[in-house]
């Protein structure tokens, strides 16, 4: 038996078994669906009038991934431009892909798709010998980019209902079944917004074009007294948490990386103490000698940039993007799209909740991975070696191109 074939015999057992699109599906009729099949072709355009319709489809076809429409049309059978667009959810993804962090050098690694040349970590932009844009990439979920991207999600949710005054009724989280988060808002109030409307609220999350000026940092106006706090809410109460926290925990080469001179740092770790107290007691930042307008606004703007929100800004400004499937599997972990409370984002384990296959054994050649946990067991690194693993561990290693089953 082909890897391929025993991943898809896996994936035929979970939908005949246990696949469920749980509770809430808002105008399923109205959404277009798309499968990408094991045999590589991708089915678009289809449709159906309920849930158990389509799971009959899942359970007959067994796709590798199933996609929905975030928009509901007239006709979503029809080509794009005779489907009638009515509307469509306000959908954010958050991937680890699109978040620095320091362990990608450790498991990620990409291959120029024209010559050839790699190397570690996230691609870059083009290729440094062919300046080829098209690359292939291999990474991979660890805790660590999970934990980053569970933050930039928490962000988000608190923007959202914060900033933007959206319910927790209105917004579902999703784990995706592989690197991040989905968060779709399903309100009235988003429903009718085009591609513009959408774009400035990702530039708003992401905090785009910030500038402390325009949040209560003005030379016109800076002095010792000067205030910066301001609302409970919105940009200028996040970037002063944001300098707050950084002055509590900064070192001096924290200060370094914003560029800051020798003499500024020393005054500002020197009257770190004065600093604070005066803003808890005072609200203001206080005089300190040698540390003027420019060096807060530095400041200031370089943690605005902490207090943003990671998101894939081409999915969320999308009026006709297809996104993961709730319920299924990702065909590149075998892990569920899994729904979950706001309120237990900070507690979710997408490595215990996400994970399906709890039974039997699976003997693999595994060509390299790196240390993982699934559940409560933890495996790896493994190199050139054949072993006899848990299901769950072994897909999720043979659908990351990592392992191949063997007799």
């Not at 440094?128 to 988000?156: G, I």
């Amino acid at each position: 038996m082909t890897s391929a074939n025993f991943v898809q015999n896996m994936f035929r057992e979970y939908y005949n078994k246990d696949f469920s699109l749980g509770e809430s599906f808002p105008m399923i009729e109205k959404r277009e669906f798309g499968f990408a099949l094991f045999e590589g072709r991708m089915l678009r355009h289809m449709n159906f009038n309920d849930k158990e319709e389509l799971a009959s489809f899942l359970r007959n076809s067994v796709p590798r991934d199933a996609y929905f429409s975030c928009a509901y049309y007239e006709d979503p059978r029809a080509e794009m431009e005779k489907k009638g667009w009515s509307g469509a959810d306000l959908i954010f993804d958050i991937d680890a892909d699109h978040i620095p962090t320091s362990c990608d050098k450790v498991h990620d690694e990409w291959a120029c798709g024209n010559c050839g040349f790699s190397g570690k970590g996230i691609a870059p932009e083009k290729c440094p010998v062919c300046t080829s844009e098209k690359f292939d990439v291999n990474t991979w979920p660890c805790e660590v980019c999970l934990a980053s991207a569970k933050t930039e999600t928490m962000k988000l949710l608190d923007m959202l209902k914060r900033d933007f005054g959206f319910s927790e009724k209105d917004m579902r989280v999703y784990f995706s079944g592989h690197r991040g988060y989905h968060v779709h808002v399903e309100s009235e109030a988003v429903k009718s917004l085009d591609s513009v409307p959408r774009k400035e609220i990702v530039d708003y999350v992401c905090g785009l074009g910030f500038d402390a000026v325009f949040h209560g940092l003005s030379e016109k106006t800076w002095s010792a007294s000067h205030v910066l706090k301001g609302l409970s809410s919105g940009w200028r109460s996040r970037a002063t948490k944001g300098v707050f926290d950084f002055i509590l925990n900064a070192k001096q080469e924290d200060y370094k990386n914003i560029g800051l001179k020798r003499n500024v740092i020393e005054a500002l770790t020197k009257n770190k103490d004065k600093i604070l107290k005066n803003w808890n007691d005072l609200g203001t930042w206080g005089s300190v000698k040698g540390v003027g307008f420019e060096t807060w606004k530095k400041i200031v703007e370089f943690c605005a940039n902490f207090q943003s929100a990671k998101v894939d800004t081409v999915v969320t400004t999308d009026i006709h993007r297809l996104i993961r499937l709730v319920g299924t599997l990702h065909g590149k972990t075998s892990l569920k799209k899994v729904e979950f409370a706001i309120s237990d984002i900070e507690d979710f384990d997408p490595f215990k909740s996400a994970v399906v296959f709890k039974k039997g054994t699976v003997a693999v050649f595994v060509s390299v991975a790196p240390k993982f946990r699934l559940g409560d067991e933890t495996f790896g690194p493994y190199k050139n070696q054949k072993l006899e693993l848990p299901t769950a561990a072994a897909l999720l290693l043979i659908c990351k191109g990592r392992a191949e089953v063997v007799e």
